[in-house]
């Protein structure tokens, strides 16, 4: 039996993620020293922070870049909308933990393989047997529709694939907030509408999820409105 890690960032933060949630089923077989597993757990928080702030960091550079190009170059003339602002997907970060995160998770996994009682059934359910499905699993996309269904309320799909479930973020116009997990490709909104006559808009987005940790990326953002009817 060969156990490996996962490749892309993606992969590790999915795996790991997978690691610390199934290890307490596994733990005294296992013999992991607690202090190390506390430190992995540290890692793993802190990796959650820090991956989707970089992607923020990154994907204003790039909009940062287009508008001073657009200055510089743009053709037509006109004027330029407003200066690009960055905004942080988290106002309070976890605490930061120690440098090299992935040599930490590979000493965890070795002290599992030096136990001697680590079984393929064990290696499988811990996500460290086929690391490569982690990679697979953590480039997928749930692909968001939206619909008003009967009775005026909003019905969202994605296909599930080989996900067991979805997060489902609802932003009613005070910002995204969690609403529910799904395990079938269709979910129904069932929060009361709003009053007679009156328009509401609704925005959702959704992410994948398996064993109970977020993989892959968010959804595309869907955007319907709702009307108070009897």
Known sequence: METRIATTEGGKKFQIGVFLNAYSNHKTLMNVPQSKMD??????????????????VQSFAEGYTGYKNLFLYGKGGGTLGS???????????????????????????????????????IAKDLGILAPEDADTLSTGTPTLSVKIGQGGHVELHTPMGIYGAWEIYKNSGTGY????????????????????????????KAIYVLKNVQVGNWSNEVTVTITGHL
């Open 39 to 56: 430190r992995l757990l540290k890692g793993y928080n802190f990796f959650v922070f820090i991956e989707p702030e970089n992607q923020s």
């Open 83 to 121: 200066i690009p602002v960055f905004t942080t997907t988290m106002a309070i970060p976890p605490p930061i933990s120690e440098a090299n995160l992935i040599a930490l998770f590979r000493s965890v996994v070795q002290d599992c393989v030096n136990s001697g009682n680590l079984t393929e059934d």
């Open 177 to 204: 907030a969690f609403m529910n997990t799904c395990m079938n490709a269709q979910y129904t909104d069932a929060s009361p509408l709003p009053a007679l006559g009156v328009a509401v808009v609704l925005k959702y």
